[in-house]
């Protein structure tokens, strides 16, 4: 699968609704004025200016960019605490509603920077001293196996696949995030260890390939899809 069109949809200058911006990203482009300014002070981690523009009246759960990051995700993201702890205590920000594309929240994003014990900054503890949450994908790929164990446990399905997270199920994100020990024991329950194209990944878009349509040997055997079953003397594994 190629990489998702909203990644790289971004039309011609003329046609923009504001030409004088480039950020790489044509949603965050195309935001007010106001978020637009908040967005860069999110991310430059200007407190004072956060401050200012959520006193004016910005919204602190508004989607910042294609990826439908929030501020609280973003300063997550880099570890922000001062940002952190202005969104959460002074203007409540809502921790657990949103959600990005990848269908996470905040504190997931905090958990797989690294952000947890018994590293420093603990911001995962803090967002869940606060009623905060992992998502399924979160859990898995922050390592956190007590909540893995509890989707699990409430019929979670371990083979739903993330199209924004690489096409990837449970198995092969916990893999991505090095987190063996929820890999194993998702395995145990299950799970499908699922065998990805092995080419190496050269380009950003390869990080979506999951080997069989766009994979070389499919494509000099002429089998245009998985289940096409037996070419002349060639047989398809997938075939049913």
């Avoid at 916990?174 to 799970?191: F, M």
Wanted: aromatic share 12%.
């Amino acid at each position: 699968m190629s990489l998702p069109p909203w990644a790289l949809d971004y039309p011609p200058q003329d046609d923009r609704k504001y030409p004088e911006r480039y950020s790489g990203d044509y949603y965050r482009d195309t935001l007010p004025e106001d978020l637009w300014q908040f967005e860069n002070a999110v991310v430059d981690g200007d407190v004072f200016t956060v401050r200012q523009l959520l006193e004016a009246g910005v919204n602190p759960n508004e989607a910042l960019d294609s990826n439908h990051m929030t501020a609280l995700m973003i300063a997550c993201t880099m570890g922000n605490w001062d940002l952190i702890q202005l969104l959460v205590e002074d203007f409540e920000a809502d921790l657990d509603g949103p959600l990005s594309r990848a269908g996470m929240r905040a504190i997931d994003y905090a958990a797989i920077q690294g952000y947890r014990l018994p590293n420093e900054h603990p911001i995962t503890e803090y967002l869940k001293s606060k009623g905060s949450q992992h998502t399924w994908w979160g859990a898995v790929a922050a390592g956190d196996f007590p909540r893995v164990k509890e989707f699990v446990d409430n019929g979670q399905d371990l083979d739903e696949v993330n199209p924004v997270l690489w096409n990837s199920n449970s198995i092969y994100l916990a893999q991505e995030y090095a987190q063996n020990r929820i890999a194993q024991y998702l395995v145990s329950k299950g799970g499908t260890a699922v065998v990805r194209n092995c080419h190496n990944v050269d380009t950003h878009e390869m990080k979506w390939s999951i080997g069989r349509g766009d994979a070389y040997w499919y494509k000099s055997q002429k089998i245009e899809r998985p289940g096409a079953g037996v070419i002349g003397d060639v047989y398809a594994p997938e075939h049913a």
